[in-house]
């Protein structure tokens, strides 16, 4: 490990904070294998303190690959890879207040997510995570076998009718694209771990290929519920200057619309991973 750089896990299924890591600054070859490698250990990565200009923060994403464009959001003017994530004071909805990965509806769906906090507020607004291996790795030896050769479908056409009319800087060609579409695996295996994880998603897992909605609804609704088990999470308390970096392929996350009167911002930058196998 490099020098000066501590990891501390804030739970003990997923989460861990890392000091003595300034992200503004180009990071050396032996600092970022530190950084990456608890990021496969811990899924969930926080860092507090930091202050990134928007090509600081595209340059830290950019070490672990692609940024992704959004069509789904208006991102930050003059830097297309940056999401801006906000709630205004008057405002009463958030993105992201139920359990979900970032894309799965994609082709090649988010690697992982970067999260940069500029204002929030002094208490509210945290996020939790889930340790998707975790809620794999409980399942019987039944249900992992049976799940292990299933493939589900998974669009973001719900997510498109939430956007409709809410108070978010929704992108202007989102309500008029087609929906995006894919077929993954229930259970996927991180390239870089190895390890098996269960990969459907409330808002956007539509159906189990091969069945109906309506013949899949029961068992999705069983494992939602489970992914989600108190077990698996982590809750990370955001300040200002606060970073975030979780992994969408192992991962799920839960935002926490708890709080208003108070702004909440931050930019976002989306790794694009691989096609899940
Ligand atoms: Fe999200």
Not at 216 to 223: I, K, T
Not at 230 to 235: A, G
Request: net charge negative; with cysteine.
């Amino acid at each position: 490990m490099s020098t000066g750089i501590s990891i501390k896990p804030i739970a003990g299924s997923c989460g861990a904070e890392i000091a003595g890591v300034d992200l503004s600054m180009p990071l050396d070859d032996a600092t970022f294998q530190t950084v990456q490698q608890a990021f496969l250990d811990h899924l969930v990565i926080f860092f507090r303190d930091q202050t990134l200009s928007p090509d600081q923060l595209k340059t830290f994403g950019r070490r672990f690959g692609e940024l992704r464009v959004s069509d789904q959001y208006q991102p930050l003017d003059g830097h297309p890879e940056i999401l801006e994530i906000v709630k205004e004071p008057d405002a009463t909805d958030i993105v992201g207040n139920l359990w979900h990965c970032d894309e799965s509806f994609m082709e090649k769906p988010a690697l992982g997510s970067i999260l940069y906090l500029i204002d929030c507020p002094e208490y509210g607004g945290d996020t939790m995570f889930a340790n998707q291996y975790a809620a794999f790795e409980s399942l019987s030896p039944g249900m992992q076998e049976m799940l292990s050769s299933m493939r589900a479908i998974y669009s973001d056409g719900s997510l498109q009718q939430r956007n409709k009319g809410r108070s978010l800087k929704v992108h202007p060609n989102a309500a008029s694209r087609p929906s995006y579409e894919a077929v993954h695996p229930v259970v996927r295996t991180h390239v870089q771990t190895g390890r098996k994880s269960l990969f459907v998603h409330r808002p956007y897992t539509i159906r189990f290929e091969g069945m109906t909605v309506e013949e899949s609804q029961p068992l999705l609704r069983f494992l939602y519920a489970h992914a989600a088990r108190p077990e698996f999470t982590c809750r990370f308390r955001w300040d200002k200057g606060s970073v975030a970096l979780w992994d969408n392929r192992c991962a799920q996350h839960y935002a926490l619309n708890d709080y208003a009167g108070v702004r909440r911002y931050g930019h976002r930058v989306t790794i694009i991973g691989d096609k899940p196998k």
